[in-house]
C-alpha cells in the first residue's frame, strides 16, 4: 500500500507562483509514475502534469505547458508541481496520483492523495 499527502496549495494573486509537494510513503520500493491531477468547483478530475518514475518523458495538459513544471526527488519519495504565472483559471483542487509503474503510458492510477486548494484570484 502506498499513502500519498499533498501540501503547498493556498492563495494567490493572477501572474503569482506556487509550489505542490507530494509525499509518498509505505510500500516505496517499487517504481511508480505520479502525476497531478486537479478539479475546478463543478467540474472533472483533469490530468495536469505525470512523470515516469525516474524522472523523464514529462507529459503536461496544453493549457499548463510553459507554465508549470513536474519534478521529482526520489531519494525524497517526493513529487513537486512548480506552477507559474497562475491564472484564474488554474483554480483547482490539485490532487497527487500514483501508479506501479515505470512509464505513465495508459492506465489507471491506483493510489490518491487527499488535494490541496489552490486559489488564483
Known amino acids: 500500500q502506498v499513502q500519498l499527502v499533498e501540501s503547498g496549495g493556498g492563495s494567490v494573486q493572477p501572474e503569482g507562483s506556487l509550489r505542490l509537494s507530494c509525499t509518498l510513503s509505505g510500500d516505496t520500493s517499487g517504481d511508480y509514475c505520479m502525476a497531478w491531477f486537479r478539479q475546478r468547483p463543478g467540474g472533472a478530475r483533469e490530468g495536469v502534469a505525470a512523470i515516469s518514475s525516474v524522472g523523464h518523458d514529462p507529459y503536461y495538459v496544453d493549457s499548463v505547458k510553459g507554465r508549470f513544471i513536474i519534478s521529482r526527488d526520489n531519494a525524497k519519495n517526493t513529487l513537486y508541481l512548480d506552477m507559474n504565472s497562475l491564472k484564474p483559471e488554474d483554480t483547482a483542487m490539485y490532487y497527487c496520483?500514483?501508479?506501479?509503474?515505470?512509464?505513465?503510458?495508459?492506465?489507471?492510477?491506483?493510489?490518491w492523495g487527499q488535494g490541496t486548494q489552490v486559489t488564483v484570484s
Open positions: 496520483a500514483a501508479r506501479p509503474s515505470i512509464t505513465c503510458r495508459g492506465g489507471d492510477f491506483d493510489y
